[in-house]
């Protein structure tokens, strides 16, 4: 049964409505092609679950590239990093959140991941990038963004620890907790 990402159960809120228009690219090879446009079949939302809660993988990276590169040329150049970034500047301002200018974001992201051509970034400097989900968050969650900016020394000593752990098993455990909460709640009520 198709859905729209805004009646899914996964919370979007925290995802730029620019990201969230464009859930599949056409280039997106597991695409349902059955599914009217607007919709995702259940595999096409696990597919973006995944992609979203663990953008360290290959297959992530390719996906978020695919919808952040909006005309398709192969790089994400200036104007598509200026295009995400305002919805999150926009967003971010609206929950009174003091944030860099786009100008110096841009700036911080070409630093970050030091393309091999000066004003834009190719699928091939993401996946060689150690900070790719970072920079993924940047223009696309502003969560993960945020957490990640506001990080302090002890959790960032902490996910250096849990290198084993993926950024999808930590999302699967937090899910995990909170069912568990959820369950002994309703136990307690009764």
């Not at 809120?13 to 009217?36: C, E, G, M, Q």
Request: negative net charge; contains cysteine.
């Amino acid at each position: 049964h198709p859905f729209s990402p805004s009646s899914s159960l996964h919370s979007f809120l925290s995802l730029s409505l620019l990201s969230l228009s464009l859930p599949f690219p056409p280039s997106a090879p597991h695409r349902d092609k059955t599914v009217p446009a607007g919709k995702l079949s259940y595999k096409d939302f696990i597919w973006f679950l995944l992609s979203e809660e663990d953008k360290t993988t290959q297959r992530s990276i390719e996906y978020w590239f695919r919808c952040l590169d909006v005309d398709g040329d192969g790089v994400l150049s200036l104007y598509e990093l200026q295009l995400f970034y305002e919805e999150v500047l926009q967003r971010l301002r609206e929950l009174s959140i003091e944030c860099l200018s786009v100008e110096n974001t841009v700036c911080q992201v070409l630093d970050m991941v030091n393309p091999r051509l000066k004003n834009c970034i190719s699928l091939g400097d993401l996946k060689a990038c150690k900070l790719t989900p970072a920079f993924l968050n940047t223009f696309i969650n502003v969560e993960k963004y945020l957490e990640f900016e506001q990080r302090d020394p002890v959790t960032m000593a902490r996910d250096d620890v849990e290198t084993l752990c993926s950024e999808w098993d930590r999302y699967a455990a937090d899910q995990y907790e909170i069912l568990l909460a959820e369950e002994a709640g309703e136990n307690d009520t009764r």
